[in-house]
């Protein structure tokens, strides 16, 4: 009877042991599924962080090639900006120095475009630049005529040559100033636009 109490003891014993085993086993197995698991997480986080730096890497070069290709292009663009001497005129003058492309500027005050020239000639020597009332039509002739001799045909023309004296007001605003205003906001722009356009057409420069 002895005998098989201990026979059975040593069973159960032995299968205690074996449970045992198995669960230290299964614990394992899992801390290694978990480790394997963690560690193709990090290598797929490495992974797209690399990619994105990649992209993001081409994106920066191809941004550099546009604009190395913009300002080669630009270079060979012949700009002329009415209005140069104040305001917006004035602001893109002085942004598109950087293109160092050839550059016509205007005002109706000689003394401001002289200034304006010369200001614009310490960052690139193809400057040019006259005054002129545009409100007058013979003013008009002569400016084209004075680009086409100085710089030659222009393949951008920029008007920011604009009037708005006196009174804001319709009913106070006096003949002169409104004779004076349509003269060159919308008369002189008009002429100059199409004298400027034909030139383009003759010298077949597609302009803007």
């Known amino acids: 009877m002895e005998k098989y109490i201990l026979i059975i003891f040593l069973v159960i014993l032995l299968c ?20 394997i698991k963690d560690m193709f997480k990090y290598f797929d986080g490495l992974k797209k962080y690399n990619d994105e730096k990649k992209i993001k890497k081409e994106l920066i070069s191809q941004e550099k090639e546009k604009k190395h290709k913009s300002m080669v292009k630009m270079k060979k663009e012949k700009i002329l900006i009415t209005g140069a001497t104040n305001g917006l005129g004035n602001i893109i003058a002085k942004f598109a120095l950087k293109y160092k492309c050839p550059m016509f500027v205007t005002g109706r ?60 007001y319709i009913s106070t605003k006096s003949e002169k100033d409104w004779k004076n205003e349509i003269d060159l906001n919308v008369k002189a722009m008009i002429l100059l636009s199409q004298k400027i356009a034909y030139k383009m057409y003759l010298n077949k420069i597609q302009g803007r």
């Open 109 to 168: 005050k000689e003394k401001d475009v002289e200034k304006l020239v010369a200001e614009l000639k310490e960052s690139h020597d193809e400057i040019y630049g006259i005054a002129f009332d545009l409100t007058k039509d013979k003013s008009i002739k002569k400016l084209v005529d004075s680009v086409r001799r100085q710089m030659g045909c222009p393949s951008i023309f920029i008007n920011c040559a604009i009037a708005s004296k006196s009174s804001a």
């Open 16 to 35: 205690v042991f074996v449970y045992t085993q198995y669960k230290k086993i299964q614990e394992i197995e899992h801390f290694q599924t978990e480790y």
